[in-house]
T-cell receptor
């Protein structure tokens, strides 16, 4: 079983739409959760951390459900520049000498 | 400040040749990671170092792969001999002590093609 599972998409939405991505993780000991963004032929970049209480950064809202081992990312008022692959990332329970597990990513295309 | 620097950016080689990928982490970062990304398998951790010491090399595919970090500002990933199935994008990433492995900054990657 993969440590992080994501719907690969693709999601194709018009500008201004609201879109949501989900992922599940298998390790109940995971303590840190993130969403990374990867543009085509570029490196992954940290988009935002995900906290238990849920957190918002502008048009982006991330939520965590520890009981269900489920993470979500909501993008409101989509822009053309949001087109990218979004990677769900969790650690293995240790920030010091652990590691991160990356999902395969969900591809988003925003069209005009 | 400069980010993570990788070289070369593109490498095309023939099967059986030795390939060396290079990485310079962000200055002051204590962790350095090597990843491989393919369409089939996504992003896979190969090995990572903490203070120049290898911590987890369980992702290194086989003996053909080796990684070194002789000092805090330089690391290499070597493939010898290379095979077509090694074709992928290889990313190096680094992170600071205060966040441990959690907040990683990626380099632009090396796109390797083995013919």
């Amino acid at each position: 079983r993969k440590e992080v599972e994501q719907d690969p998409g693709p999601f194709n939405v018009p500008e201004g739409a609201t879109v949501a991505f989900n992922c599940t993780y298998s390790n109940s000991a995971s303590q840190s959760f993130f969403w990374y963004r990867q543009d085509c032929r570029k490196e992954p970049k940290l988009l935002m951390s995900v906290y238990s209480s849920g957190n918002e950064d502008g048009r982006f809202t991330a939520q965590l459900n520890r009981a269900s081992q489920y993470i979500s990312l909501l993008i409101r008022d989509s822009k053309l520049s949001d087109s990218a692959t979004y990677l769900c990332v969790v650690n293995d329970g240790s920030s010091t000498l652990g590691r991160l597990y990356f999902g395969r990513g969900t591809q988003l295309t925003v069209w005009p | 400040d400069a980010g993570v620097i990788q070289s070369p950016r593109h490498e095309v080689t023939e099967m059986g040749q030795e390939v060396t990928l290079r990485c310079k982490p962000i200055s002051g970062h204590d962790y350095l990671f090597w990843y491989r990304q393919t369409m089939m398998r996504g992003l896979e951790l190969l090995i990572y170092f903490n203070n120049n010491v290898p911590i987890d090399d369980s992702g290194m595919p086989e003996d053909r792969f080796s990684a070194k970090m002789p000092n805090a500002s330089f690391s290499t990933l070597k493939i010898q001999p290379s095979e077509p199935r090694d074709s992928a994008v290889y990313f190096c990433a680094s992170s600071p002590f205060r966040t441990g492995v959690d907040t990683q900054y990626f380099g632009p990657g090396t796109r390797l093609t083995v013919l």
